[in-house]
């Protein structure tokens, strides 16, 4: 793999959810820094806005704030922009100065359509040096009109803006009494309940071996387990749960990781762990071994590993997989591989490629 790919799958690393960092550090005393605010706030409306924009192409707010003792003084104008930036049209909104009374220097502004903070843009500026801020691009048209984005309810047009004028920035000391909390992980405390006979109701068994387990922990950490445990079951009746689908080896790894949140040995079974927790629904085993599999992804190994990650439908590894092969087609197609999964697994060639 050249230097690239490698920036590339570096940079589009896989998502291992329900991941926690202790906190260790303790201090005796403390310092917060803030700043002191002043905000103003405004919702502009234009009412059958489809109606206006085929009129005009240009509209103006009115000054605000209304307040006559506040030396402040702002108004919000809406243009459609003719030039269809990036091939579409687009509608621009500035916010522009009217009055200032020399006191505040630094602010923040922040506008969206109301209600709809996935179109919030941001600007942070001087006054003294921008008068007017340009929100370029506010919303694109095509989006604006969109009835599934309900931008325009009742065709009417709402522009929310906050303006928050940053003054003095204060500082305050303090020291605190802190208690000191031992370290303490609760894995490993089950990890000693790990294959232990004591207090066990129900046995694991692969291929002749045993394991010693709990029904609460298992039901706890799967969905499957918990509907076995929960009903009349041969296996929560006679308490044993026979498991010949995997390995002996493999199926220790999967307890381990019910117990611990840890699996030592993932790397030399990931693909094994991806089917068990496909099967019993480890969303976080899943994440692991979906990493570990694209930190080997190879030439050789390309097409075998994307069969693997459609079969237990592995999204994550599944979308990389296919970057690399798109990447490396021309090398990736005389493997062997890929001629296997060309005669047992044509769908997923011609779904993704």
């Given at each position: 793999?050249?230097?690239?790919?490698r920036?590339?799958?570096?940079?589009?690393?896989?998502?291992?959810?329900?991941?926690?960092?202790?906190?260790?550090?303790?201090?005796?005393?403390?310092?917060?820094?803030?700043?002191?605010?002043?905000?103003?706030?405004?919702?502009?409306?234009?009412?059958?806005?489809?109606?206006?924009?085929?009129?005009?192409?240009?509209?103006?707010?009115?000054?605000?704030?209304?307040?006559?003792?506040?030396?402040?003084?702002?108004?919000?104008?809406?243009?459609?922009?003719?030039?269809?930036?990036?091939?579409?049209?687009?509608?621009?909104?500035?916010?522009?100065?009217?009055?200032?009374?020399?006191?505040?220097?630094?602010?923040?502004?922040?506008?969206?359509?109301?209600?709809h903070?996935?179109?919030?843009?941001?600007?942070t500026?001087?006054?003294?040096?921008?008068?007017?801020?340009?929100?370029?691009?506010?919303?694109?048209?095509?989006?604006?009109?969109?009835?599934?984005?309900?931008?325009?309810?009742?065709?009417?047009?709402?522009?929310?803006?906050?303006?928050?004028?940053?003054?003095?920035?204060?500082?305050?000391?303090?020291?605190?009494?802190?208690?000191?909390v031992?370290?303490?992980?609760?894995?490993?405390?089950?990890?000693?309940?790990?294959?232990?006979?004591?207090?066990?109701?129900?046995?694991?068994?692969?291929?002749?071996?045993?394991?010693?387990?709990?029904?609460?922990?298992?039901?706890?950490?799967?969905?499957?387990?918990?509907?076995?445990?929960?009903?009349?079951?041969?296996?929560?009746?006679?308490?044993?749960?026979?498991?010949?689908?995997?390995?002996?080896?493999v199926?220790?790894?999967?307890?381990?990781?019910?117990?611990?949140?840890?699996?030592?040995?993932?790397?030399m079974?990931?693909?094994?762990?991806?089917?068990?927790?496909?099967?019993?629904?480890?969303?976080?085993l899943?994440?692991?071994?979906?990493?570990?599999?694209?930190?080997?992804?190879?030439?050789?190994?390309?097409?075998?590993?994307?069969v693997?990650?459609?079969?237990?439908?592995?999204?994550?590894?599944?979308?990389?997989?296919?970057?690399?092969i798109?990447?490396?087609?021309?090398?990736?197609?005389?493997?062997?591989?890929?001629?296997?999964?060309?005669?047992?697994?044509?769908?997923?060639?011609?779904?993704?490629?």
């Amino acid at each position: 793999m050249d230097s690239h790919m490698r920036r590339m799958f570096v940079m589009n690393r896989i998502r291992v959810p329900d991941f926690h960092l202790d906190d260790r550090h303790n201090s005796d005393d403390s310092t917060n820094t803030g700043t002191k605010t002043v905000k103003f706030t405004h919702t502009w409306s234009i009412e059958d806005f489809s109606v206006v924009f085929e009129r005009d192409n240009k509209w103006k707010s009115c000054v605000f704030p209304v307040d006559q003792s506040n030396k402040l003084k702002w108004y919000l104008e809406l243009t459609v922009n003719d030039k269809e930036f990036r091939g579409r049209e687009y509608l621009t909104l500035t916010l522009n100065l009217v009055e200032w009374d020399d006191s505040t220097e630094k602010t923040i502004v922040r506008c969206s359509i109301m209600s709809h903070v996935e179109t919030e843009q941001r600007r942070t500026f001087t006054m003294s040096e921008q008068p007017i801020v340009n929100f370029n691009a506010f919303i694109y048209c095509c989006e604006l009109f969109d009835k599934t984005n309900n931008y325009l309810p009742n065709d009417k047009l709402s522009i929310f803006c906050e303006i928050l004028l940053l003054t003095d920035t204060v500082c305050t000391c303090s020291r605190t009494q802190t208690i000191n909390v031992p370290d303490f992980k609760i894995s490993e405390s089950f990890g000693k309940l790990f294959n232990n006979p004591k207090f066990s109701d129900v046995k694991i068994v692969t291929k002749g071996m045993e394991i010693y387990a709990h029904k609460n922990i298992l039901a706890a950490r799967s969905p499957v387990f918990e509907a076995m445990f929960s009903s009349a079951t041969e296996e929560n009746q006679r308490g044993v749960v026979t498991i010949d689908d995997m390995d002996p080896e493999v199926q220790i790894e999967m307890l381990r990781f019910i117990y611990t949140d840890h699996a030592p040995n993932l790397e030399m079974m990931a693909s094994d762990l991806l089917a068990a927790s496909e099967k019993y629904f480890f969303e976080k085993l899943k994440a692991m071994c979906e990493k570990s599999l694209v930190a080997t992804l190879s030439i050789e190994n390309a097409a075998e590993t994307l069969v693997l990650a459609d079969l237990y439908n592995a999204n994550q590894l599944k979308a990389r997989t296919i970057d690399f092969i798109k990447v490396n087609m021309d090398n990736v197609r005389r493997t062997e591989g890929w001629r296997y999964m060309s005669q047992n697994h044509l769908a997923v060639i011609q779904a993704n490629f």
